[in-house]
């Protein structure tokens, strides 16, 4: 696949709308949401920023990922609104649910797993009715029984309707078509174009701290993740707004106008 076809072009807009890492809170994206409603316009744009799954209740997870999707819905039924005003960017979340169904590929699958774990993966696992102890223990059995529990674990996640769609369909990273603008998970080496990036946009975050000079001709960067949920951080060039929903604090959303500056502020 060619790496400008996971990349989504917003038009610039008076308004872009932008909503931090959601981590499977579905408490805290339902608020979000109530009071989006009685501002988001036709003429606006909406990006996600990633992390829909998280380490919450079976549930919460399950419930965040419809919710989601019933939001996406109302957004496009508005008139003038148009497919391409609405992003959905892919979280290290949603990179682990894409690994996890290949896990049987893994030399060490084990280890991976483990490592999946230590990073949120078990909430994601009950959403779909597995149980993670049980689950880690299974990944010692054997390439037999690894292939087998990821094909039960695909049947399982095809079944929640809208869910299988909504992973394919996540992007890398966004970007105003006028260059003003760029929207990403979590890091971003400012050394690289946003084509060269590989898996720095999940796990490249303390590379997004460093960032002190303007990226090309972008007037700010935007991310929804951020090391020890820090809650909204506005730099010079950058700006993170992960508040640590799912993880005991808020989820923030912004609305961020064309010069780069937040002109409107949610918390759930």
Known sequence: MAMSAVLAPIK??????????????????????GKLRGKIAAGDRLIYLGNYWGDGTAEAVSGAINEVLLF???????DGVDIADIAFLRGASEEMLSKLQQIHFAPNPGEVFDWMLSRGIAGTLRAYGFDPSH????????????SQWTGQFGEAFRRKPGHSSLLSDLKHAAYATDGSLIFVHAGLDGSRPLTGQTDTFWWGGSMFESITDRYYDCRRIVRGSAPGNAGLQEREFTLSIDGGAGRGGQLIAVAIGRDGTIIDRIES
Do not use: E, S
Not at 72 to 78: E, I, P, Q, S, V
């Open 72 to 78: 996406r819905r109302y957004f496009l039924a508005k």
């Open 135 to 146: 689950t880690q223990a299974l990944m010692r059995q054997g390439a037999h029984a690894i």
């Open 12 to 33: 610039p807009a008076d308004k872009i709308w932008t909503v931090g890492a959601i981590n499977g809170d579905l408490a805290a994206l339902q608020a979000i949401h």
